[in-house]
């Protein structure tokens, strides 16, 4: 299963969809096939984006201007390309990343009433046509994720100073996830819509099968031009 060409995979999700635990279940996948990964996150991927990741969820900020939080998010996405995800990828090394531009169109955009259109054009202005190679969209109903995450906080299982996110209402959830459909409609060759809602193993497995047949579909690709 090794790949001729290193991956940029990314998961996304809303709230409690359990990126974080999935995302270390595929990078012990891939490294059993032979791919070299690394794991890495937005925002808070490099030593200046776990500053801005601080100010971003920190829940004291909950009146924070949408505009204000779009540009940090781009901040720490223009940090995070030029010093992890490019150098990793340049050397072979695939990455798998927790959330990436799709979240920011969808959060800021989608959710926080920016347009999505502008938001990505944006992107395309800072970061040309960089773009994830496969993204697996990790599904729940916006209520279930919430009790999770939210739980997770009261158990301490996640910063306790990183719950603005958590905080906000039910509808602004769900225009995230209205948000996230949407564009894995329109993408339908790189998202792999995965539910969510099942437990732990279930998801890990629908996940690898996803991968694989991405793989796949990508090596006959390549054996077709050449």
Do not use: I, K, M, Y
């Given at each position: 299963m090794a790949t001729d060409t290193p991956l940029f995979i990314t998961f996304e999700g809303g709230e409690g969809a359990g990126k974080?635990?999935?995302i270390v279940h595929l990078s012990g996948f891939l490294a059993q096939r032979g791919v070299r990964t690394i794991l890495t996150r937005?925002?808070?991927g490099t030593a200046i984006g776990k500053r801005i990741r601080a100010v971003l969820l920190d829940p004291g900020h909950a009146g924070m201007a949408p505009e204000t939080e779009l540009l940090l998010y781009m901040a720490d996405r223009a940090e995070h390309i030029q010093t992890v995800i490019r150098p990793a990828?340049?050397?072979?090394?695939?990455?798998?990343?927790?959330?990436f531009f799709d979240a920011t169109i969808v959060y800021q955009g989608a959710a926080r009433g920016l347009s999505p259109e502008w938001v990505g054009r944006l992107h395309g202005l800072l970061f040309g046509g960089f773009k994830p190679d496969l993204t697996l969209l990790l599904d729940l109903p916006p209520d279930a994720g919430l009790a999770r995450a939210r739980r997770q906080l009261e158990q301490g299982g996640r910063a306790s100073g990183e719950g603005r996110f958590e905080a906000e209402a039910?509808?602004?959830?769900?225009?995230?996830?209205?948000g996230y459909l949407a564009l894995a409609q329109q993408e339908p060759e790189r998202f792999r819509v995965i539910d969510a809602g099942r437990d732990e193993d279930r998801v890990r497995r629908d996940i690898q099968a996803a991968v694989e047949e991405f793989l796949l579909r990508r090596r006959e690709t390549l054996s077709r031009i050449r």
């Open positions: 974080t635990t999935q937005e925002p808070g990828l340049s050397g072979g090394t695939s990455v798998l990343c927790d959330r039910l509808d602004f959830h769900q225009r995230v996830r209205r």
